[in-house]
């Protein structure tokens, strides 16, 4: 028997099992670096500034569960390259309104400007997600609206934003899980230490 507020919504398999919700978690931040519709593709990334939180949108560009980072990709005059010279923690949060998950991703950001990472991403990256690197100065004041993608057409223009171009990789420290079923919450902490996931449930 179910009621009208609970129907008979099916338990996924991982409802239960610390493990197979870890996995299902990098199952779709995997997924949504292939998805440009997957919800997991735009995170929020926080970081601390001068003058207190700041958080804004990112592409999530790829995923390694095995080294457990997060790749960005962003701008070297941006704020938030500033912020995280000061203080390299940062907070990712993931939410799928369709299968009901929150990840909140805590960790370390590092930068790579001119590495092998920086210049493989930069080589594999479509031109038209390249074009914004050599625009104005972001967060500049300027006399008329600008559109930093609009500037550079040429291949040649393109490149000339190279220098402008930060892989930012989030080192994963810790993931908090949240799982919203009609007919109750799942809460879940997975904290690195000592070369493995240490898990536990917490209360939602
Ligand atoms: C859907 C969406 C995707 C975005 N993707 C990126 C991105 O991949 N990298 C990036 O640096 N900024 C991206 N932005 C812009 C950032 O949200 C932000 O405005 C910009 O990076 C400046 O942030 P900052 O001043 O805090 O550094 C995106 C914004 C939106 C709305």
Known sequence: MHTIDHPAEPFPNFYNDLNASLHYAWLMLGRATKDRKAPFRTPVMATQSDSGPQARVLVLRAVDPELRQLVFHTDLRSGKVTELGHDPRVAVTFY?????????????????????????????????????????????????????????????????????FVVLVVEIAQIEWLYLHSRGQRRALYRWADAQWGMDWINP
């Open 96 to 164: 799928d309104a369709h299968r009901k998950v929150q990840l909140r991703i805590s960790g370390h950001a590092s930068l790579h400007t001119d590495d092998a990472l920086a210049q493989q991403r930069w080589r594999d990256a479509s031109p038209a997600g390249l074009r914004c690197f050599s625009g104005a100065l972001p967060a500049a004041v300027c006399a008329t609206p600008t559109d930093n993608d609009a500037q550079a057409s040429s291949s040649e223009e393109i490149a000339e934003g190279r220098s402008n």
